[in-house]
């Protein structure tokens, strides 16, 4: 799927690139709201079901062809679905029943770090040096210094939160590498459709394992608006803009917007909701972004003009 016509000049890219932050960026905020009405496996898996049947529309206008085939193509299918839909949207929901969306947002953008070095490990073609190890570790002392278990105390809601959403970006970002070598030619947006429909089932699956029942949902203003949000802006339209971004910018640059959602969370979840993010969490925010400019420091100087002059050093 090539949306590439959609952003002819660079002011349009850069208009697109502040619109996804804000989308995904005001998605945990959402998130927070809308779990004070719904269980959250159901709440995630409704989302998705809802959000994948679009995409899945929209790719067949777009592609003609939705429908996967080979053993690659139905196996990305299913890791996309369990790991980036499922694994990683079940833990952030349960985990933001105990921390903010903020402070969710400043977690979960370690999941770049966590992919450069996931495929350093795992892919024959990447490496692992003292560079990447020493953007690794930043990243990881961010979440701790999140976390603060000596303040927080070990059994703190707090921490365990911040350990859900900890494993939720690990999930992502594994899922993320383990799709590299299953590459095809199925259209991402009919990957992603199919994705988004495979992990709101194993959601619902989830929730039925853990006995939420959809009598729980609340249905009012804010669950609606919420879930709305959440499916149709958050879900299928900024999917849309990142699939144009993709083909214009690549991922390395990309994975930038994640750095611009805590922003935006932090904000949301002020104005409205009225949570302050800690200064703990701009600190661990600091230091996770610092690992990510090491890992990717190439491939951004690169996109800048000045990889020469890095390798030279």
Known sequence: ??????????????????????????????????????????????????????????????????????????????????????????????????????????????????????????LPNERLGPFEIGGFALGILGVIVIADPMEAGLGSAALFGVALAFAGAVAFSLGAVLLRPLRTDLPIAALQGWAMVSGAGLLFVGAALLGESPAAIVWNATSVASLSYLTLLSGVVAFLIYFALLDEVGPAQLHLVGYAEPVVAAVGSWVLLGSLIEAEAILGFVAILAGFLVLERHEIAAYVGVEDALRAH
Do not use: K, Q
Request: charged residues 10%.
């Open 1 to 122: 799927m090539n949306l590439r016509n959609l952003l002819p000049t660079p002011e349009s890219i850069l208009a697109a690139f502040v619109l996804l932050a804000t989308l995904w960026g005001t998605s945990f905020v959402a998130i927070e709201a809308g779990l004070h009405y719904f269980p959250p496996l159901l709440f995630a898996g409704v989302r998705y079901a809802i959000a994948g049947a679009i995409v899945l529309g929209v790719a067949a206008v777009a592609s003609g062809r939705t429908v996967p085939r080979g053993r690659d193509e139905w196996l990305g299918v299913a890791v996309a679905g369990a790991f980036v839909i499922a694994a990683y949207h079940g833990l952030l929901y349960v985990a933001e029943l105990r921390i903010s969306g903020g402070v969710a947002a400043v977690v979960v953008s370690l999941a770049p770090v966590l992919t450069a070095v996931f495929a350093a490990v795992l």
